[in-house]
Every structure is written in structure tokens, then in C-alpha cells.
């Protein structure tokens, strides 16, 4: 019994870790331990997951009660495959941007509390992946505001000002939003613990037409989590005058707080909610089949517009940004389906699409600060030959954008075609012919940039040096996807058990609801 309950105790580790690192980021933010403290703490927070990972997959979920109140009266933690995909792929980023920032504070000579909020940014994140509770998931998600918010205005000049501003105010208005979501549900359900409110819901005994609205409402707030279309316009912005590293953790890992919140909320709670029968759309059909074409619709739109307007870009921060923007509807139509049919087969191409695209941007937003270090610039016109001084980075980048392109036997490649996959299996050649059609764009642009950034004509550039740790933070997260596509079966072992954890709910409730 002793060893359970420590075993139990596991589930909290990823929040601790980073929240502990963080306050000791504060004590040591004006010394040289500041930047020891922070990628030691990233190893540990790594550790700390693989052991709860370890755990999970060979024992089954893990769940903790704070406090010892029983569900659904407590504040419930809990970690399944789903749970434990994510922390694995947030962990791993995780020590890459701070080995990264490493180098790149020695280089901007200034800590200003960075680390800090890196990894109370970390802490949120695992907060959301693992909490059980609505409240509790809306606490983590301004954590991550919170901190994102500090990342962003780092260089505190006043483009970096302004957007953060910006980036606030919208994700504020969604706070707001999610808030009036939570308190509606609440009033209708009188529970906020997840299993709970499923299980409330499931037996059909409340007016389910304020739970369709506030699906719908919530919705829209994790759509602007995930940088969804017509929600999307903060993101370019952001990402193209963050710090490198920050952009790339927002761009590979924070967006994926709002897609895990999606796969969470609406395949736990609100699958076996029916649509009134006097509703003027999809009567008496799943909850889950309205979200499932708006987020369809949506998916389609952001994939598009995403992807024509990184064609249009002059500079690789710019370019990055939109194609981020894009590559998330590659994530949301097989989601979508997923929804609409239930799919195994369309969850686990978009779980595969999400690790393949959470590696893969990172490296290439990282890659992206180091050029524009190194050559004063970012503007596509202006660099050229440097496949010729700079091996390391023409490797890295060919690999984690032409991972995103689909090419074996990368990573991406196997996502892109579970992903076509889904669309051929549900029979939708709309879907199909909108995937097709991204791909090629995403070729187009990385073959555009790929060609005249490291095999134009040579120019000339007042070069400046960079650390050798941001260059093996780089080659940490190329070498990753270039190992899970040669050896891709215990990932595709380990995204199936998160896809059955996603649709299989009923072990997700008994596994909460036990405890009470």
C-alpha cells in the first residue's frame, strides 16, 4: 500500500519539477548557475515523465486526488497514453529550447527572469495534460498566457511589445469565453470534474441545448489555443518577433495544449451528448457531428490559407510562421473525421501528424534564429550558398522540412500518409483533395526556400559566431526525427494505446470516478 500510493504520486511529478526549477530560476536569474539550473531542470522534468510514461503504459492510467477528497468533490490528477504522448513529446522539445537558450542568453547577455517563465510555461502545459478538472485546465491554460506572454516581450524592444500586447488581449477575450463555457456547463451539470460531467451527461437528464451552445463556445476558445482559422492572426506575429527558442516551443508544443484539450473535452465529455430534436441543424445527432464539420471547415481554411501565404513570404521567420499556421489542419481534418466517425484509424494520423510537426518546427525555427544570427539577416533575397559553410544547418533543415513535406523515410512521412489515409477510409475525396493539394504547397515553399537560402549564389555576410549549444540542440531534435521514422514502430505502439485512450473513454471515467 506504501508503494502504491508513491507510485500514485508519480502523476504530479511534471508539474513539480518545472514549478521547482522555476523558483530557483528566480534565486539564480543574475548568476552563471541560471543557465546549469535550467537544462539540469529540463533533464529532470525528462526523467520525471519517463517514469510516469513507464508507468502508465505497463500498468494503465495513474491517478492522484489531491488533497484526498474523493472525485468528483477533489481536484483530480490523472495520466493515460494520451496524457503520457504528450508529456513525452513536450518533455523532449523541452530540453532541446533550453539547451538552445543556453547559448542563446550567453549570446544576448541578459536573463531577466527568462528562465523562469520557461518553465512555468513547462509546468502549465503538464498541468493541462493531466489535470481532470475544467477549472483546473482553465488555471494551467493562463499559466501558459501568463508566461508566454513575459517570452514573448523578451527582447523588449517595441515590435516585441506590442505583439505580446496584442497576443494578450485575444487570448484574454478567450479566457473570458472559456470561463462563461465552464460556469455554463457547471450550472447545467453541477460538476466540473471531467469523468464526472461525462457521466452526468451521458445519462441525458439535463437540457442539453446550453451544453450544444457552450460545446460550440469552447470550441472557439481552443481553436484560438491552436491557431485555428479565421483565430489565427496572432500567430505570425508571435512567432516571427519571439526569441527563437520561444518561438519554437509555442509553435511545436503550445499549440498543442488547445489540440489536446479538444481530443480530451470532446471525445470524454461530449460524445454521448445528443443535439435536441428541435434544433435546426443535425437533430438528434452527436454533439460531436456539428463540432466535427466546423472543425473540419475550419481545418480546411487554416490549411489553405496557411500554406498559400507562407508562398508568398520574403524571409524564413515569416515563411515559418504562416507554414505553422497551415500544418495545423493537417492535424485537424483527420481529427475532424475522428469526431464525425469514431475513426482509430484518423485519431492515430493525427496524433503521428502532431509528434512529426512537434519535433519538426522547433528545429526549424531554431535553424532559423541561427541564420539570422550568423548572416545579420532572414530575407530569403539576401542568403544564398550556405550549404557550403554550414553543413550542420542545410542537414538539419533539410531534414525537418522535408520531414513536414512527407519525404521516407522521415518522420513526417509516415504522418502524411496516415493522414491521407483517414481521408481514403472515410471515403471524403473533398478531404483528400485539400490534403493533396497542402502537400504540394508545403513542397513548394520548403523546396523555395531550401533552394535559395543553402544553394543560391554564394553572398557575402558580415558573420557572426554561434554557440555550440544551440547547433546541438538542433542536431537533438533532427537526429529524433530522423530515428522514430527509421525505427517508427514503438511510436506508432505508443500514439495506437493514446488513440484508444482518446476514443475508449469509458476507462478514462471508471478509472476517475473509482477514486470516489
Known amino acids: 500500500m506504501e508503494v502504491e500510493i508513491k507510485m500514485s504520486q508519480l502523476v504530479v511529478l511534471p508539474l513539480i519539477v518545472p514549478f521547482i526549477v522555476a523558483l530557483l530560476s528566480i534565486a539564480l536569474r543574475k548568476t552563471n548557475y541560471s543557465d546549469l539550473v535550467a537544462v539540469s531542470g529540463s533533464l529532470a522534468y525528462l526523467g520525471a515523465v519517463i517514469m510516469l510514461s513507464r508507468r502508465v503504459l505497463v500498468e494503465g492510467p495513474v491517478t492522484l486526488q489531491a488533497g484526498g477528497w474523493p472525485a468528483p468533490f477533489g481536484i483530480t490528477l490523472i495520466a493515460d497514453s494520451l496524457s503520457v504522448l504528450m508529456l513525452l ?5 523541452f530540453v532541446a529550447v533550453n539547451i538552445y537558450s543556453s547559448g542563446f542568453i550567453g549570446q ?9 517563465f520557461l518553465h512555468f510555461m513547462a509546468a502549465g502545459m503538464s ?10 485546465l482553465f488555471v494551467m491554460f493562463e499559466i501558459v498566457l501568463i508566461s508566454s506572454y513575459a517570452l514573448i516581450a523578451y527582447t523588449s524592444d517595441k515590435d516585441s511589445l506590442l505583439v505580446s500586447m496584442s497576443y494578450v488581449v485575444l487570448n484574454l477575450i478567450g479566457s473570458s469565453l472559456m470561463l462563461i463555457s465552464i460556469g455554463g456547463l457547471y450550472a447545467v451539470t453541477g460538476t466540473l470534474n471531467i469523468a464526472d460531467m461525462a457521466s452526468v451527461l451521458s445519462q441525458g437528464s439535463v437540457n442539453m441545448a446550453p451544453v450544444l451552445a457552450f460545446s460550440l463556445l469552447l470550441f472557439c476558445v481552443f481553436g484560438i489555443k491552436s491557431g485555428l482559422v479565421p483565430f489565427h492572426f496572432w500567430a505570425p506575429p508571435v512567432y516571427s518577433t519571439s526569441p527563437p527558442p520561444v518561438a519554437a516551443f509555442m509553435a511545436g508544443i503550445s499549440k498543442k495544449v488547445g489540440i489536446y484539450a479538444v481530443i480530451r473535452i470532446y471525445f470524454t465529455v461530449f460524445s454521448a451528448v445528443s443535439i435536441p430534436e428541435n434544433a435546426l441543424l443535425f437533430a438528434g445527432e452527436p454533439v460531436n457531428t456539428a463540432v466535427a464539420y466546423l472543425a473540419g471547415a475550419m481545418a480546411v481554411a487554416t490549411l489553405l490559407l496557411g500554406g498559400f501565404s507562407a508562398l508568398h513570404r520574403q524571409s524564413i521567420d515569416r515563411l515559418l510562421s504562416y507554414s505553422s499556421v497551415g500544418q495545423i489542419g493537417f492535424i485537424f481534418i483527420p481529427l475532424s473525421i475522428a469526431m464525425l466517425e469514431g475513426s482509430n484509424v484518423a485519431m492515430t494520423a493525427a496524433l503521428v501528424y502532431l509528434v512529426s510537426h512537434g519535433l519538426a518546427k522547433p528545429a526549424l525555427f531554431m535553424i532559423s534564429g541561427l541564420i539570422e544570427r550568423m548572416t545579420g ?8 550558398g550556405l550549404s557550403e559553410s554550414s553543413i550542420v544547418f542545410s542537414a538539419s533543415f533539410f531534414i525537418s522540412a522535408f520531414s513536414l513535406v512527407g519525404i521516407p523515410p522521415l518522420l513526417g512521412f509516415f504522418g ?3 493522414v491521407f489515409k483517414s481521408a481514403i477510409v472515410s471515403g471524403n475525396f473533398l478531404l483528400l483533395t485539400t490534403l493533396l493539394a497542402g502537400a504540394v504547397i508545403t513542397l513548394m515553399y520548403f523546396s523555395r526556400t531550401w533552394l535559395e537560402v543553402f544553394f543560391g549564389e554564394p553572398v557575402d555576410y558580415a558573420r557572426s559566431e554561434v554557440s555550440k549549444k544551440e547547433v546541438f540542440a538542433v542536431a537533438v531534435l533532427t537526429v529524433l526525427i530522423v530515428v522514430l521514422g527509421v525505427g517508427f514502430e514503438p511510436l506508432y505502439q505508443l500514439v495506437e494505446k493514446a488513440s484508444e485512450a482518446a476514443l475508449n473513454t469509458e476507462v478514462y471515467v471508471e478509472t476517475v470516478m473509482e477514486e470516489s
Not at 513529446?89 to 522539445?93: P, Q
Not at 544576448?108 to 523562469?116: A, D, H, L, S
Not at 498541468?127 to 483546473?136: K, R, S, Y
Not at 539577416?377 to 544564398?384: A, I, N, Q, V, Y
Open 127 to 136: 498541468g493541462a495534460f493531466v489535470t481532470g478538472d475544467l477549472f483546473n
Open 377 to 384: 539577416t532572414s530575407k530569403l533575397e539576401d542568403l544564398g
Open 416 to 418: 502524411k500518409m496516415l
Open 108 to 116: 544576448k547577455g541578459k536573463r531577466n527572469g527568462y528562465y523562469t
Open 89 to 93: 513529446l513536450t518533455s523532449a522539445v
